[in-house]
């Protein structure tokens, strides 16, 4: 079996068994992402309770695999987040501090500082709350994220607002507008400080400013609460116009929220239908998958069937090719042997011409003896040619590049430079005279040259077209072609052969 067909066949075991391995189950580390996704369904619908036990069941693979610290930190920050939705705020600090002990960067430990500090506050723990949001602002600082530093200033004005600290909790709003990229929306933290300031019965002026501000920050959405505080300074101002026009887009605002949540109930109606859109699909692959392994077997036993037969027929190939080697040189050897018994039976009728002349003509005896003596030497002369022949293939085939090209033939590879130098060198050694005759230039017509020289060293012709990157067909019309060319008669490319090896 040849090297190629080896490696094809383990190639296509390899094949089945990828294709069969398609079909396997579900791995821990896919089973807890599906854990993952199903509790993210579960929190967008609300699902509290579900969402968590999906987290838990997640969590518990994810404790096999320690390298999978960042999906971890995803699973428990998702975890802490349904607690605290849920309101259940107790168990949702030991998820957010388990969340922080595994945080690695500056915005993760913003991220799990900040939501701690959201638990304390709703659990009115001031000192623990500021505490844990001003780590939050100081690692948002670190990352040097301009938006979420501004976020986390924001968080911790209301943080100060809500334990009732006006003073520290306007000098983080205004603070957070400063923080906040150019191009990003400002309504949220313009509102802030303007209520702060409305709060704290600072001036009209100021407070209006501000709401104006958020008011005209066409992302901002909850401009409605703007409008309403801009209708109250308005009405104080003695401006009812203005308030009148500022309750009225306050009341449209609200008429948009009814709505608004109408749009809500339909998202979550398209998102079930997408999950169970998700889940046919997957059903589906499941299917793909089973036809594709028994595709891949039925493909794997189709290119054994193949394999098997094209060595079938390169035997039979190799077996003709054989026989008609065996073919040409019987026949050969019988032309030489016939050549030789037709002499003979010349000389043995000669020498019964001569018995019978007797002493009678002496002069004609000798002219018969002479050519007798001339037809053994010419029959001495073409038995030394067929044993020399025989010597010179002997030699030919015992050579080390005649080995070598064998087994590049079977390897499938072309001929190289320094092997046709060394078939040239052979040739020259065993057939002295063979290059000088062959009228083939190898400048002008260097496969030619190669076909002749290839053929006088006894290969076949399957191996020549390996050698010479051509298939057998294309080296037997070209023997035809290059014979006529040499001859200039038509012939076959048996005829070459036999010209290329009686000549030199």
């Not at 409605?224 to 009405?235: G, K, M, Q, W």
């Not at 050549?339 to 003509?361: F, H, M, P, T, V």
């Not at 260097?446 to 006894?458: A, C, M, R, V, W």
Request: hydrophobic fraction near 40%; include cysteine.
């Amino acid at each position: 079996m040849r090297p190629t067909q080896l490696y094809l066949y383990i190639l296509l075991l390899l094949s089945l068994c990828l294709c069969a391995s398609c079909g396997g189950e579900q791995t821990d580390l896919q089973r807890a992402h599906a854990l993952f996704e199903q509790a993210e369904a579960d929190e967008a619908q609300h699902a509290h309770d579900a969402a968590i036990s999906h987290l838990h069941e997640c969590r518990a693979i994810l404790q096999e695999h320690s390298e999978e610290r960042d999906f971890m930190r995803t699973v428990l920050s998702l975890l802490g987040d349904a607690y605290f939705e849920q309101k259940n705020y107790a168990a949702s600090l030991p998820v957010y501090r388990d969340f922080l002990s595994l945080c690695e960067t500056d915005r993760e430990k913003s991220i799990a500082c900040h939501d701690i500090s959201s638990y304390y506050v709703m659990t009115e723990q001031p000192d623990s709350a500021l505490y844990y949001a001003h780590r939050s602002l100081n690692h948002a600082l670190i990352d040097a994220d301009s938006l979420k530093t501004a976020y986390r200033l924001h968080s911790l004005a209301l943080a100060h607002h809500v334990f009732h600290q006006p003073d520290s909790a306007l000098l983080y709003a205004h603070r957070a507008i400063d923080y906040v990229p150019q191009g990003q929306p400002r309504g949220t933290y313009y509102y802030a400080v303007g209520s702060l300031l409305y709060e704290a019965d600072a001036p009209a002026d100021s407070v209006s400013h501000y709401m104006a501000l958020a008011a005209a920050d066409t992302t901002y959405e909850g401009r409605f609460n703007t409008y309403y505080i801009l209708s109250e300074l308005a009405e104080e101002q003695g401006d009812y116009p203005a308030a009148l026009d500022h309750l009225y887009t306050y009341t449209d605002h609200l008429d948009s929220l009814y709505t608004a949540e109408r749009g809500v109930d339909v998202q979550r109606l398209i998102y079930e239908y997408q999950t169970q859109l998700q889940v046919a699909h997957e059903r589906e692959r499941s299917q793909r998958q089973l036809w594709f392994t028994a595709l891949g077997a039925l493909l794997v036993v189709a290119a054994l069937i193949i394999l098997w037969l094209n060595t079938r027929r390169r035997k039979a190939e190799l077996t003709l090719e054989v026989s008609n080697l065996q073919r040409e040189r019987e026949e050969q050897y019988r032309q030489s042997a016939a050549y030789i018994a037709d002499n003979e039976r010349q000389i043995e009728r000669l020498k019964a011409q001569l018995s019978d002349l007797g002493s009678e003509n002496t002069e004609l005896r000798h002219q018969l003896e002479r050519r007798v003596e001339k037809i053994e030497a010419e029959n001495h002369l073409a038995q030394l040619i067929i044993t020399d022949r025989e010597a010179q293939q002997v030699q030919v085939k015992g050579s080390a590049i005649y080995d070598e090209l064998i087994e590049a033939a079977a390897a499938d590879k072309s001929l190289r430079a320094e092997q046709a130098q060394q078939v040239e060198s052979l040739l020259d050694a065993v057939y002295p005279d063979f290059r000088r005759i062959l009228s083939v230039n190898p400048s002008e017509s260097p496969f030619e040259y190669q076909l002749s020289l290839l053929t006088k060293l006894g290969l076949r012709a399957a191996d020549i077209a390996v050698l010479t990157s051509h298939t057998p067909s294309g080296i037997s019309r070209a023997k035809e072609r290059l014979f006529a060319k040499l001859t200039g008669k038509p012939g076959k490319a048996v005829d070459f052969d036999s010209y290329i090896k009686k000549l030199g």
